[in-house]
């Protein structure tokens, strides 16, 4: 009947929208720092006359959080929304990042693909826009005179115009990279750091773009320079560069390229060293002979030519016609292979490094918060009252003492504490002292008197 009782005692009751969960008491104390883990009765959810406590919370989501004290994982219920279950987890004092590997994708990925989604389709309209099948002309329609005295019409196209289907598909576009762009500069800790990250600031720059866009074709329609400023929309091309945030590789890539910052400006400066030299020379090694049909009219143009050659493109349309000439774009061609393989070997080590890097860090396990184990709770012993301290265990006896404040004291246990501390002293590692007794101490006054005695 005691063990009865104490388990009861141990025993706490939630209830949980509703719905009634019962757990012990040092399952709740397992996540320190947590809203279930400092439950008192002098809360005001506590009802003491049905020895519960209350938390008008969504039950579904408790049940998660629950199974996370007993078991150390948590798991996303798939019958919520992504914002809910942040919410509730900040309720109950968790965090959202404690969520098991194998629902991340349910969880954060979701919203993810929806958003790559959007940039492929925003790309792809931004390309098939400009193709002929894709476009509408603009037909004008032309009062002409003839010879006759006659008035006639006729049908001129002055221009062609993206089909109307691509500007509804581009509004939606852009009206949900606004709303990301809002929500993630909301959600951000720091509002400085969001503001100035590169990738922030092509979206910035992408989606403003559409806007001034849209305002020049209905206000400045008839403008001069429309093509000119139509350029500037090439700045939404360069919303690939938010895909970063969803690929492994694209960031490995650009971390690559940051760590090979200085190999990158020492390959730059050798071709520019190198194209300005053999433009120079191929420009006087085509003068030396008598060549009609001279490409090389200037240095400038050489620098194209050189450029071309010692990248190893070769477009074919400036090419050396003398024997001199033909030797030195062979140098050209050279020491282009020369100076672009040199700093190549660095440039792929530090990339087999941060790929290295990123493999072993997917295989490491996720650092979880630290759950404490459960402790058995013990009953009173058999053959006691439990409500008197047993001899021996706490209560008043040759085997113990037990002392107001709870604590159980030993007296074998604390003579052997005093008998270390005895016997750690700094001062009995000087030697035994020696012992002496009144017999001693006479006998030996007795024999400096006579060792005395016989020098006199």
């Known amino acids: ?64 959080v629950l199974n996370y004290y ?32 194998c629902c991340w994708m349910t969880y954060t990925q979701f919203i993810s693909c929806i958003s790559v989604i959007f940039i492929v389709v925003s790309i792809v309209t931004f390309c098939l826009k400009t193709h002929p099948n894709m476009r509408v002309p603009n037909v004008k329609n032309i009062t002409v005179n003839t010879s006759i005295n006659y008035t006639a019409w006729t049908l001129d196209k002055e221009a062609t115009n993206a089909h109307p289907a691509f500007f509804y598909i581009e509004c939606v576009c852009n009206a949900w990279f606004t709303f990301e762009i809002l929500m993630r500069f909301i959600a951000s800790p720091s509002k400085y750091d969001f503001i100035r990250a590169s990738v922030n ?24 320079n429309a093509d000119i400023l139509e350029f500037f929309s090439i700045i939404r091309i360069m919303r690939l560069f938010k895909l970063t945030r969803h690929s492994n590789g694209l960031k490995i890539l650009i971390q690559t390229f940051r760590a090979s910052a200085k190999e990158l400006m020492l390959l730059v400066f050798f071709l520019a060293l190198g194209i300005v030299i053999f433009a120079s020379l191929i420009y006087y090694a085509e003068r030396i002979q008598t060549n ?3 490409d090389f009219n200037s240095i400038p143009l050489g620098l194209w030519w050189a450029l071309v050659t010692m990248t190893t493109v070769g477009y074919g349309d400036m090419v ?76 008043h006896g040759s085997g113990g003492s037990y002392s107001s404040s709870g604590v159980t004291t030993n007296p074998n246990q604390t003579s052997r504490r005093m008998n270390a501390i005895k016997q750690n002293n700094p001062k009995d590692n000087m030697g035994p002292k020696p012992e002496y007794s009144e017999v001693s101490m006479s006998e030996e006054l007795c024999g400096a008197v006579t060792g005395l005695r016989n020098r006199i």
Not at 81 to 87: A, I
Not at 202 to 221: N, P
Not at 344 to 362: C, D, E, K, L, W
């Open 70 to 101: 007993r078991t150390g994982k948590l798991h996303y219920p798939t019958d919520v929304c992504g914002p809910l279950f942040e919410e509730e987890l900040e309720f109950w004092g968790l965090d959202a990042n404690q969520v098991e590997p």
């Open 320 to 395: 050396p016609r003398t024997y001199v000439g033909m030797f030195v774009g062979a140098l050209c061609a050279l020491a282009g292979v020369l100076t672009i393989a040199l700093p190549v070997p660095v440039i792929v080590s530090n990339f087999a490094m941060y790929y290295s890097h990123t493999q072993a860090r997917g295989k490491l396990p996720k650092k979880r918060r630290r759950v404490l184990p459960v402790e058995p709770t013990r009953g009173p012993r058999p053959g006691g009252n439990p409500g008197q301290p047993q001899m021996g265990t706490g209560g």
């Open 201 to 224: 600031i092509i979206d910035y720059i992408a989606t403003f773009s559409f806007y001034i866009d849209l305002a020049l074709q209905k206000f400045a329609e008839n403008m001069e």
């Open 1 to 64: 009947m005691n063990l009865l009782n104490m388990d009861t005692e141990n025993r706490v009751v939630l209830n949980v929208g509703g719905i009634r969960h019962e757990t012990y008491k040092a399952t709740l104390k397992k996540i320190p720092a947590t809203r279930l883990s400092r439950l008192t009765e002098a809360l005001a959810n506590y009802d003491p006359i049905l020895n519960e406590y209350f938390f008008d919370r969504h039950p579904g989501v408790f049940a998660q």
């Open 292 to 294: 009609p049909h001279n």
